[in-house]
């Protein structure tokens, strides 16, 4: 029986065990250059099978919170090359995740203090976290975007091009494509987001153009044994809505199928929240959306996330639905989760209040086990 402490392969990707530690924003990258305290934090959490870096923009303008560490500057590219040598040193793997935050964000982080760009100008009504020109923290009302004309859309796709280059030059073992949580990609692909008329807006099929192509682009760049992707079929975070997802993202796997990819990360229910939501008129079938892509030929790993806990995480594996098993806040509060897990040692509290935003503490203090007394 395959167990969460076995090896994995995720395309071009060997991991020493089926846990990976999901994609956590923690803003802690002022001038979008990841830092010293940066390289501690993955380090610490080297033993995962795969650390996801935090969502990571491929440019100023998918940029969309303050402090987030980006890909598209030669600082961010060296800074990032420390993050990967010391994982790499420890023996982990480490991938990028490439990022546009679409019109999850403010003029103030935007090139020239632009409009957000999207889909479609309808404001996600949501808020996002800027930093003050004083140098205070605040959290603000999304700004309103303005519709991507179609000729824009190839500089878009140059731009996720570039990021793929940029993370290889970084040092990572690949990227996660960020298709989830109500940014960019997903403001194509939700029916709430995206009121186009052209080839990217309308049937399912032109929603999720743009998903694919970036996909295309992508698996161009470095291959697409080395890209994954995240997907949130039924969340409605950052103000995103689909009546009918199921459709929308079993089309989306049935086409993924066939492209190669290393691995397909998906969010079970509202991201952090409630595993059963859905916005459509019947429960989300996971199960199903796996299985139409095996049939369409995926062979990437199958990597859930939302609310597991060593248990359901061994029973998701074990059973054979889940290839491996991504957890957020258990790794934010336990650098040594894979080592916990094994020992089924006590687990330390993550602590909400340090989450975004902030040094040292909340991030990098939280002791391995050895170093409980
Ligand atoms: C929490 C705070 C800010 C951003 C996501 C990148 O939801 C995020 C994010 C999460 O995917």
């Known amino acids: 029986m395959t167990t969460i402490f076995d090896p994995v392969k995720f395309g071009d990707i060997e991991l020493a065990n089926r846990i990976v530690m999901a994609p956590l924003t923690r803003n802690r990258s002022p001038k979008a250059t990841p830092n010293d305290l940066n390289v501690t934090y993955y380090e610490q959490r080297a033993t995962a099978g795969l650390l996801i870096t935090e969502g990571t923009p491929i440019t100023q303008q998918a940029q969309g919170y303050a402090d987030v560490p980006g890909l598209y500057s030669p600082e961010a590219v060296s800074g990032w090359k420390k993050v990967t040598d010391a994982v790499h040193r420890k023996g982990g793997k480490i991938v990028t995740q490439i990022w546009h935050v679409g019109r999850v964000s403010h003029v103030s982080l935007q090139p020239n203090g632009g409009a957000p760009v999207a889909p479609s100008a309808i404001p996600a ?154 916005q459509g008129d019947k429960p989300f079938d996971y199960h199903e959306l796996k299985n139409i892509y095996r049939k369409a030929g995926g062979t990437g790993a199958w990597v859930v996330n939302n609310g597991y806990i060593k248990d359901s995480a061994e029973q998701a594996v074990e059973s054979g639905y889940a290839d491996a098993v991504a957890f957020g806040k258990l790794f934010i509060a336990n650098p040594d989760l894979v080592e916990r897990f094994k020992d089924n040692a006590a687990l330390n509290e993550p602590d909400k209040a340090t989450f975004y935003g902030g040094g040292a503490k909340g991030y990098t203090d939280y002791p391995a086990l050895e170093t409980v007394a």
Do not use: C, M, W
């Not at 000729?151 to 570039?162: F, H, N, T, V």
């Open 125 to 278: 009504g949501g808020k996002t976290y800027i930093i003050n020109p004083d140098g205070s923290g605040a959290f603000v009302e999304t700004s309103a975007p303005r519709a991507l004309e179609t000729a824009e859309i190839a500089g878009i796709l140059e731009d996720y091009r570039k990021g793929a280059r940029a993370a290889i030059d970084a040092g990572f073992d690949g990227v996660e494509i960020h298709a989830a949580n109500g940014y960019l990609i997903e403001q194509f692909l939700k029916e709430g987001a995206n009121q186009r008329t052209d080839q990217y807006g309308g049937s399912i099929e032109n929603r999720a153009r743009f998903a694919l192509e970036v996909v295309d682009t992508v698996t161009k760049e470095i291959g697409a044994g080395r890209v994954g992707i995240r997907l949130s079929p039924t969340t409605p975070a950052n103000g995103i809505t689909e009546t009918k997802p199921q459709e929308v993202y079993n089309y989306l796997v049935n086409e993924l199928g066939s492209r190669g990819l290393s691995f397909i990360h998906v969010v079970e229910g509202a991201t952090g929240g409630d595993r059963d939501f859905t």
